[in-house]
């Protein structure tokens, strides 16, 4: 068919977030607004111990107050279990335990123990209170670093407290690389356990129609479909009497791309009660028990030439997963070795991983989970310069890749393509004017004062192929009005999807965006879907939009040239509207979506009537290379360790921007959460395993106050992918964080001050400062 002109210009333009009046109103609606008859809600006793035996449970008491509808232990609720996996676990990774309630031991404070069913949340609460638990404390094993030798086992299946460990070419066989270079820099670099704080905490209300057997779930949650399956295996029922809602969901940031523990037995809870239990987690439960993440180390090695080029890296990556991590927690830590050698020439690279369980909260995913190969590598080139006495910019520009040799590979096999380092890098520098800052940093120290720049340039993985995430549905039906209503999975986290897919699919029909809305997150109605994940949903959505799109365009054009009289290539169809050239004629997307519904005997010949269509997308590229340059300036007040960001600065190559407003918000919300990691957020515990952060006077944020005003620029570079877009969802949270690092280890490098430990807290500074004075005296 002749394919005729479809323009509508939404898609690269700044319209404002479609969501944003009906959240800023009070308008939308979140887990805890569901309602259902007869609804019981439903309150945890969890462990105070890190570890224990559990020796007896006494429920009598819970049972007999007013107002309590169940009751539930382990050997309540476990039993019911027909399968417990995830579509996102890695196959042939190791298994991982996950049982719904604790069973004969607790392996965390927090780890659930009795789950309490009552007719609200206050008995509920009550009745938890009357729990009887008698408890034999064992040794826990607290330190993730010497968890491999430790005794006792936080399993007893998994021996040296292993979760599983990867590599590639293994480090020592770069030994002889090392030992010829002119220049090796090596360090330990460990990063703190923090974690993702939604502002929404964890829900679901969990619904069992018994007579029909069926599940309806109304869940915060970012991939409807992932918890459509997981409940349809948890259960042992088909998957299509499996109904999952996701509505508005007040932030994820991978904490809610699986369902936890406590979601595992509400639906557990509501299959025995014959009807719907409603849980949403306070904010101590969230810091205690919702997941942790980030909690690393790396013994990270380069190997220079005399003119600074990079001849080897290698690093030996070590990761705390907790008691019960989710979803597998081998997935990032991969990710770590192979991605290390960053954005920069290496001729060859080694690397290990271990992950190692402990009697601490699971590790959950969290923006950009690889995220310390960043960390580790960029501080690591920083103190390099130092090193060889060489402007860590400089040094950086004699090994940056740029746009010129994609596509290549890293020395891991990773495959880069469609990226921009070094246009990133020089475009950011430039925004500071560099030199300039050099130039104030050295006036200032001569007054006393501490300046520091650091920058992280690094390249991101988007929109993976992994077998759940390679394709994405929609459905659009055109109604018989001319209205257009879009049906994606959806599992919008406050990411915008929502005005993304209004745009792309105005876009995409030549309508106007007052014309088109979107039903998300209803597995119900919705296509299959991967959700919101690894930095996918723009370059995915596109494509299956595109596909889906493209059916009804034909469709529309066909009927609007036969109305009109016409070929179909000379119409022209814009704003809901086609016309011809040289004429006024003028066909409405109403009039014809009325002849596609009602007046089918007025269809040209093939055309089938309706105009509803669904479409899916594969990813042909195993991955979507984004990449970016974060730079910080920084004052450090060496008396107090206070830390102060002068200016932030981020270019970036996300590709064509479908909407820069969603693209700008995403990078200001992952810089702040990377800027907390490295100056703020520890969820710390002490040496008997008890979490010393639950509440926001322990567990420090960044407030508006802290955040920086953030510089953006853009350099756009079309991928492989529809539209040629790429994902930003993550890249803000990789790049900030060792950007400020390198930023203070600047201002300090006058002292000699090394970093190897996070968060660099006041009272770190001072440490640091004090430790490196004592040396030079």
Known sequence: MSQATTTAGAVGTRVPRLEDLRLLTGAGTFVDDVVRPGMGHACFVRSPHARARIERIDVTAALALDGVLGVYTAADLNPGVHEITYALDTPGFPPVPRPPLADAEVRFVGDPVVLVVAVNRYVAEDAAELVLIDYDPLPPVVDYETAATATELVHAGFPGNSAGGLGGRPPADLAPVFEAAAHVVRRTIFQQAYAPVPMETRGIVAEWSASVGELTVWSSTQSPHEVRGFFSRLLGVDEHRVRVVARDTGGGFGQKVAPGREETCVALAARTLRGAVKWIEDRQENLMAAGMSRHEHGEVAMAFDTDGRILAATIEHVQNVGAYPIPSPLTASIAVGMLFPGPYRVAEAGFSTASVYTNTVGRVAYRGPWQFESVSREVLLDAAARQIGMDPVELRRRNMLGRDDMPTANPNGMPYSDATPRETFEQALAMLDYDAFRAEQRRARAEGRYLGVGTCTYVEPTTGSTPFLSTEGATIRIAPTGKVNVYVSGGSAGNSLETTVVQLTADALGVDLDDVHTIQGDTAVAPVGGGTNGSRSGSMTAGAIAETAKVLRERVLAIAAHELGVAVDQVEFAHGRATTS????????????????????????????????????????????????????????????????????????????????????????????????????????????????????????????????????????????????????????????????????????????????????????????????????
């Open 582 to 777: 040289g004429s006024d004629r003028t066909v409405t997307l109403a009039e014809i979506a009325q002849t596609a519904y009602h007046r089918t005997e007025a269809l040209p010949p093939g055309v089938p009537p309706g105009l509803e269509a669904t479409g899916r997308h594969r990813a042909e590229a195993m991955m979507i290379w984004a990449n970016a340059t974060h730079v910080c300036t920084c004052e450090v007040d060496i008396e107090t360790g206070a830390v102060t960001l002068l200016r932030y600065i981020v270019s970036e190559d996300v590709g064509p921007m479908i909407n820069p407003n969603v693209v700008e918000g995403q990078i200001h919300g992952g810089t702040v959460q990377g800027i907390g990691g490295a100056l703020y957020e520890h969820l710390a515990y002490d040496d008997d395993g008890n979490p010393v952060a639950t509440t926001f006077l322990d567990y420090l944020m960044p407030t508006a106050a802290e955040a920086p005003t953030i510089e953006i620029g853009h350099v756009q570079t079309r991928s492989a992918g529809p539209g040629g877009f790429k994902g930003v969802g993550e890249g803000g949270a990789i790049g900030s964080t060792p950007a400020v690092l390198n930023a203070v280890a600047d201002a300090l490098s006058p002292f000699g001050v090394e970093i190897s430990r996070l968060p660099l807290s006041p009272a770190r500074i001072v440490a640091m400062l004090d430790e490196a004075k004592g040396v030079a005296e």
